[in-house]
Nanobody, 122 residues
């Protein structure tokens, strides 16, 4: 089993930055990739960014050039640096883990955190 806990959400003005953290515990060696998703009220849960344990990254078109996913193996933590935030980035952000190589669909992920709220005001 893998347990994931997100943190770092909050309220920020448009154009500002936030850094989300996802602390992983349990059998993290059994996972292959980590991802960030987000879900706004009344919307589907959408892929934001992913990182393979090899270090390769991939992003949704809507956040390319603004968001950066990274990892710290020593702390067993994955990060999402969010810059140039827009009101449309407002959502609950979820960290997820999977044994698949580089999925971008929610149903392809096996483990999920509880989410952290990000609100961007205009």
């Amino acid at each position: 089993q893998v347990q994931l806990v997100e943190s770092g959400g909050g309220l920020v003005q448009a154009g500002g930055s936030l850094r989300l953290s996802c602390a992983a515990s349990g059998r993290t060696f059994s996972t292959y990739a980590m991802g960030w998703f987000r879900q706004a009220p009344g919307k589907e849960r959408d892929f934001v960014a992913g990182i393979r344990w090899s270090g390769g990254t991939y992003y949704a078109d809507s956040v390319k050039g603004r968001f950066t996913i990274s990892r710290d193996n020593a702390k067993n933590t994955v990060y999402l640096q969010m810059n140039s935030l827009k009101p449309e980035d407002t959502a609950v952000y979820y960290c997820a883990a999977t044994v698949k190589r580089a999925p971008t669909l929610a149903y392809e992920y096996n483990y999920w955190g509880q989410g952290t709220q990000v609100t961007v005001s205009s």
